[in-house]
Nanobody, 121 residues
Framework: QVRAVESGGGLVQPGGSLRLSCVAS????????MGWYRQAPGKERELVATITDAGSTEYADSLKGRFTISGDNAKNTVYLQMNSLKPEDTAVYYC???????????????WGQGTQVTVSA
């Protein structure tokens, strides 16, 4: 049983910043990758950024330079620093954690419930 819980969303004006956090917990043998995804009204869920336990990162091209993903392996935590926010960044932001379950050695992919980010004047 692996869970991911996001926090840090809220209302911010265009140009502002937010930092999201996500903590993975449960029977984790290996946490290999965590990532952020978002779903805006009327749109499909899309990749924001991912990070591996080795520190490799990937970003959506449109977000490079504004968003930064980072992680703390010891705390099973990933962060998303969002700067220069735009109205089009408004979405529910979801955390995903992938790895291996300690008790079964099977793979897992766990999603958080999401945290709302609203960028509006």
């Amino acid at each position: 049983q692996v869970r991911a819980v996001e926090s840090g969303g809220g209302l911010v004006q265009p140009g502002g910043s937010l930092r999201l956090s996500c903590v993975a917990s449960g029977s984790i043998f290996s946490l290999n990758k965590m990532g952020w995804y978002r779903q805006a009204p009327g749109k499909e869920r899309e990749l924001v950024a991912t990070i591996t336990d080795a520190g490799s990162t990937e970003y959506a091209d449109s977000l490079k330079g504004r968003f930064t993903i980072s992680g703390d392996n010891a705390k099973n935590t990933v962060y998303l620093q969002m700067n220069s926010l735009k109205p089009e960044d408004t979405a529910v932001y979801y955390c995903n954690a992938r790895g291996i379950i300690r008790t079964t050695l099977g793979n897992f992919s766990s999603w958080g419930q999401g945290t709302q980010v609203t960028v509006s004047a």
